[in-house]
């Protein structure tokens, strides 16, 4: 072979080989492609990537209930996702009346298509246990409290205060009961008893919920609904919960009870923090967890739920310490 041929030869195979590095970076950059769609697409419906594979998703349940918007939208959408079961998380001492009841019918609905596990942490009480009743199966620990089953509707009275300091404060209402009760007037009998009839249509609500959901007798309900909580040992036995446990056993029974394939990895289904919405406190939370301060953005976010605490309206199904 001349030498000009030999040149053309090797310039073909250049090109060849060319060729095949740019055929090659091109399937890369499509598969980049891809993986970034799949990602933006999964970020944009509050899942990740990891969520589109089965998976056990999980889901935490964390201080005050109130059925808020993104959490009944975060509970669809990973019974709606590739999950092969729901693990929910609970840590709350209750709530809205209201909320713990959407929260609750919004997991018997999935639990309708997948299996739903509740695992108390330290406490699911009041909302909190109406929220753990809407799974299959209930684990706590020894140590976790449920129960407090019972309603209540507190509201402040400050007549007595005004009239230390000469204030009165005149209302024309359409009826005796119209805007009742009133924290600035002494409150009526009339008052008090349509509001305790409020309170016991609530409470049976929730004792025939217990009842039902929980396969008590008339017995075994008085025995557990005077309103105290209970460790997750005594509930144990009161039939309050189902297994001592946590997430290790909670994936255990899912995998022996429900045909759950073995070794599926466990993702976290989140939702964005509700103090992102109280202004500084909310943006300093974001700031911390952005600078990778964890640990400082989960004591804001604490100090907020207190907060919102004091802006609950309307029945409540709450547990604290010292408040009640």
Do not use: C
Request: charge should be positive.
């Amino acid at each position: 072979m001349s030498a000009p041929d030999l040149n053309v030869a090797t310039y073909l195979i250049d090109r060849r080989q060319m060729r095949r590095k740019l055929t090659f970076w091109r399937v890369v950059a499509i598969g980049l492609a891809i993986l970034a769609v799949l990602v933006i697409g999964a970020r944009m419906s509050g899942g990740s990537p990891t969520t589109l594979t089965p998976h056990v998703a999980r889901l935490k349940i964390e201080g005050l209930i109130t059925g808020d918007d993104d959490t009944l939208k975060l509970i669809r959408d990973a019974g709606a996702s590739h999950a092969a079961a729901l693990l929910v998380v609970i840590e709350s001492p209750g709530g809205t009346t209201t909320g713990s009841e959407k929260v609750h019918a919004e997991l018997r609905r999935i639990s309708a298509k997948k299996p739903v596990v509740a695992v108390v942490g330290t406490m699911a009480a009041s909302g909190g246990y109406i929220v753990a009743m809407g799974a299959d199966r209930i684990f706590a620990g020894g140590n976790s409290l449920v129960g407090s089953i019972g309603v209540l509707f507190q509201f402040p009275n400050a007549h007595k205060l005004l009239d230390t300091i000469g204030v009165k404060v005149e209302t024309i209402k359409s009826s005796p009961l119209k805007a009742a009760p009133n924290g600035m007037e002494p409150t009526s009998e009339e008052a008090k008893a349509a509001i305790a009839a409020l309170v016991t249509d609530s409470y049976n609500w929730f004792k025939g919920m217990v009842q039902e959901r929980r396969a008590m007798d008339s017995k075994q309900l008085a025995s557990v609904s005077d309103g105290r909580v209970f460790t997750g040992r005594q509930g144990l036995n009161l039939k309050l919960i189902d297994e001592i446990g946590g997430e290790r056993e909670a994936v255990a029974w899912l995998e022996t009870n429900k045909n759950i394939t073995k070794g599926l990895p466990i993702r976290d289904w989140k939702k964005k923090s509700t103090s992102r919405r109280l202004g500084i406190l909310g943006f300093s939370s974001q700031i911390a967890e952005e600078l990778g301060f964890s640990s400082v953005s989960r004591l804001i976010d604490q100090g907020n739920a207190n907060v919102d605490a004091h802006l609950l309206d309307g029945l409540v199904a709450i547990w604290q310490v010292g408040a009640r």
